[in-house]
């Protein structure tokens, strides 16, 4: 089974604090993508991840940054966190080969920053 | 630009009585279109790969089909776990690897 972990469940952050959320894939998937979920809005795409140190903005990567050292581990920095970035952010990984390329997602973590 | 509609917003079933939930869409070039369960406060489960118009799959109460223009997740005789938010996304082959979801369809199944 595939299995995609995030480091947090649960994240409080104070605005503009530093803030690292850390995804780890056990599947050598080629491919890697941060979300976030916001009610109304639906998922949104922040960045993804092709290779190791390699990445591509999504449709909302403003205030957000990323970093993929090793294939298994895709990380989503907030450089200096404001109120809304609050949200569930997502995580998701995905073989990147052939005609099927099903992402599979983490559990979340749900972000507030007061 | 990749767009997904799902219909309706929300659906409150009696247990036992079938429905379905509607996803269209609009993709320049389909490479797929996935169906996911999402729990509240949990990451979305993976349900359904469809490729095709006229392909189907099944898993327990659940089966998707697709046409060429939307896709549809059919739910027969519901139990109260099925309850849930559906999402429904696609990807193309213009080279864009992440998905587009739609909104989602939360499914409240009563006893």
């Known amino acids: 089974d595939v299995k995609v972990t995030q480091s947090s469940r649960y994240l409080v952050k104070r605005t503009g604090e530093k803030v690292f959320l850390e995804c780890v894939q056990d599947m050598d998937h080629e491919n890697m993508f941060w979300y976030r979920q916001d009610p109304g809005l639906g998922l949104r795409l922040i960045y993804f991840s092709y290779d190791v140190k390699m990445k591509e903005k999504g449709d909302i990567p403003e205030g957000y940054s990323v970093s993929r050292e090793k294939k298994e581990r895709f990380s989503l920095i907030l450089e200096s966190a404001s109120t809304n970035q609050t949200s569930m952010y997502l995580c998701?990984?995905?073989?990147?080969?052939?005609?099927?390329?099903?992402?599979?997602f983490g559990p979340g973590t749900r972000l507030t920053v007061l | 630009e990749d767009q997904v509609t799902q219909s309706p917003e929300a659906l409150r079933l009696q247990e036992g009585e079938s429905s379905s939930l509607n996803c269209s869409y609009t993709v320049s070039g389909l490479r797929g279109l996935f169906w996911y369960r999402q729990d509240p406060g949990k990451g979305p489960e993976f349900l359904f790969t469809l490729y095709s118009a006229g392909e189907e799959k099944e898993k327990e109460r659940l089966k998707a089909t697709l046409t060429k223009k939307e896709s549809f997740l059919h739910i027969t005789a519901p139990k109260p776990e099925d309850s849930a938010t559906y999402l429904c996304?696609?990807?193309?082959?213009?080279?864009?690897?992440?998905?587009?979801f739609g909104s989602g369809t939360r499914l409240q199944v009563q006893p």
């Open positions: 996304a696609v990807q193309d082959w213009a080279g864009r690897r992440a998905l587009t």
């Open positions: 998701a990984s995905s073989l990147g080969q052939g005609d099927t390329d099903t992402q599979y």
